[in-house]
């Protein structure tokens, strides 16, 4: 049974510190996404690739947050420098393409101090 | 881009009744439309999906219907079940294009 994968699962760190989350897709899927989730915002798309190239990143806040796809088999979103409104859970989904199911990751629930 | 709307944003239920939750979508060119459902501390997971060459699916107990012309599609829940507590969120998509959200409803379903 493929899953989607990320690290850690949680994080705690203080305000200013660099975050890094990772992601591991399912093996084939071409589209791997990121989303935030807050009680207040639902799920928000913060950028999403396609056979590894970012499609659109609109979302994320360009000063502090970047995502790359190093490799197919792995995507990162860091934060820096973190700031407490950035806690929340981010997800990481992927999928065979724009229509095609979303499959989620376990999320990495962050908390900055 | 796509904007997805969903309503009600809370819905409480007695168990064994229907649960109905709506969503519209602003691009005509969209042609997909899943539902996920995320249990509390979980991930979203797709319960159900529909495509816009199909105006109802069933699947037991869950089933959701497509109105093209009017861009908008539902999500119905009957019989429901505390174990159908849960916020549930639709979404829409189009070919090439990024797959965006509503809001979400949250369900809660009274024994």
């Known amino acids: 049974d493929a899953r989607v994968t990320q690290t850690p699962r949680d994080k705690v760190t203080e305000m200013g510190q660099e975050v890094t989350m990772r992601c591991q897709p399912i093996?084939?899927?071409?589209?791997v996404f990121w989303y935030r989730q807050t009680m207040m915002q639902g799920l928000e798309l913060l950028a999403y690739?396609?056979?590894?190239?970012?499609?659109?990143d609109s979302g994320m806040p360009k000063d502090r947050f970047s995502a790359e796809m190093p490799d197919a088999t792995l995507a990162t979103l860091k934060i820096q420098p973190s700031e407490p409104r950035d806690s929340a859970v981010y997800f990481c989904a992927s999928s065979w393409g724009s229509i095609e199911t979303q499959y989620f990751g376990p999320g990495t629930r962050l908390l900055v101090l | 881009g796509e904007n997805v709307e969903q309503h009600p944003s809370t819905l409480s239920v007695q168990e064994g009744d229907s649960a109905v939750i709506k969503c519209t979508y602003s691009?005509?060119?969209?042609?997909?439309f899943p539902w996920y459902k995320q249990e509390l501390g979980k991930r979203p997971q797709l319960i159900i999906d529909?495509?816009?060459?199909?105006g109802e699916k069933k699947d037991q107990r869950i089933a959701v219907t497509l109105n093209k012309t009017a861009k908008h599609f539902s999500l119905h829940i009957t019989e429901t079940q505390p174990e159908d507590s849960a916020v549930y969120f639709c979404?829409?998509?189009?070919?090439?294009?990024?797959?965006?959200f509503g809001a979400g409803t949250r369900l809660t379903v009274k024994p």
């Open positions: 691009d005509s060119a969209s042609n997909y």
């Open positions: 690739f396609r056979n590894r190239a970012p499609l659109d």
């Open positions: 093996l084939g899927h071409n589209t």
């Open positions: 979404a829409g998509a189009t070919r090439g294009n990024d797959m965006r």
């Open positions: 529909i495509r816009s060459n199909v």
